[in-house]
């Protein structure tokens, strides 16, 4: 594969549908992208005493992202907002001071919801968050799921042909953009 993208599914929930949607789009993802989950859930809730020693599990972290050329966060709204699970992921990922690991990292958000809104509020203080971060985000294409029952599997199969074509080429165009952006900022070691 020419790039790495690993993916942090924002819900911690077993039966979660953002999860479901991200096994449909490691399927969809064009075959330059190799796609890897970041796991996040084992984190304790961060604080700066953390700072001058940083336990394992948050190393691991801060080593996952800076191993892969881009993230690609899939994940519901929780109250209009990220779920705090996710926030505080990237809280322990942007600390100590001086060693944020997103940035110039490009990244790109889609997420999925039973409401038609699909997580689109949830995705505007995502955006803030990250922009915070220096992140290079992918503006367009814009990716607002709604989940309707069965749409997508539990092993990521996509049961309607035009959800399928607009994942798809949502990962081709996340593949273009990680080429843009790396052509500009090649990647930090
Ligand atoms: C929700 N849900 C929800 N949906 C939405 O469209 N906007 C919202 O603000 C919220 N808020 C919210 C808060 C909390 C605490 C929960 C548990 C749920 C419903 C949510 O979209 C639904 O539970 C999805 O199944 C969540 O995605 P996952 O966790 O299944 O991937």
């Given at each position: 594969s020419d790039f790495t993208v690993g993916y942090l599914v924002g819900s911690l929930a077993k039966g979660s549908l953002n999860r479901k949607l991200a096994k449909a789009l490691v399927r969809l993802a064009p075959s330059e992208l190799a796609m890897r989950e970041i796991p996040?859930?084992?984190?304790p809730l961060y604080s700066y005493?953390?700072?001058s020693d940083y336990p394992e599990v948050a190393r691991k972290l801060k080593d996952a992202i800076a191993a892969v050329d881009a993230v690609l966060f899939v994940t519901p709204e929780y109250n209009r907002s990220i779920p705090g699970g996710l926030k505080n992921a990237i809280d322990w990922a942007s600390r100590p001071y001086g060693q944020n690991?997103?940035?110039r990292k490009p990244s790109a958000i889609i997420g999925t919801s039973?409401?038609?809104?699909?997580?689109a509020v949830g995705q505007q203080h995502l955006k803030s968050i990250l922009s915070f971060c220096n992140s290079p985000m992918m503006n367009a294409v814009e990716a607002y799921i709604q989940?309707?029952?069965?749409?997508?599997?539990?092993?990521?199969?996509?049961?309607?042909a035009s959800t399928e074509d607009f994942l798809r080429s949502y990962m081709a165009e996340f593949k273009d953009f990680i080429e843009r952006v790396l052509s500009v900022y090649p990647r930090q070691a």
């Amino acid at each position: 594969s020419d790039f790495t993208v690993g993916y942090l599914v924002g819900s911690l929930a077993k039966g979660s549908l953002n999860r479901k949607l991200a096994k449909a789009l490691v399927r969809l993802a064009p075959s330059e992208l190799a796609m890897r989950e970041i796991p996040f859930g084992e984190l304790p809730l961060y604080s700066y005493d953390y700072d001058s020693d940083y336990p394992e599990v948050a190393r691991k972290l801060k080593d996952a992202i800076a191993a892969v050329d881009a993230v690609l966060f899939v994940t519901p709204e929780y109250n209009r907002s990220i779920p705090g699970g996710l926030k505080n992921a990237i809280d322990w990922a942007s600390r100590p001071y001086g060693q944020n690991s997103f940035t110039r990292k490009p990244s790109a958000i889609i997420g999925t919801s039973p409401g038609s809104i699909g997580t689109a509020v949830g995705q505007q203080h995502l955006k803030s968050i990250l922009s915070f971060c220096n992140s290079p985000m992918m503006n367009a294409v814009e990716a607002y799921i709604q989940f309707t029952p069965g749409l997508v599997s539990d092993d990521g199969e996509v049961s309607v042909a035009s959800t399928e074509d607009f994942l798809r080429s949502y990962m081709a165009e996340f593949k273009d953009f990680i080429e843009r952006v790396l052509s500009v900022y090649p990647r930090q070691a």
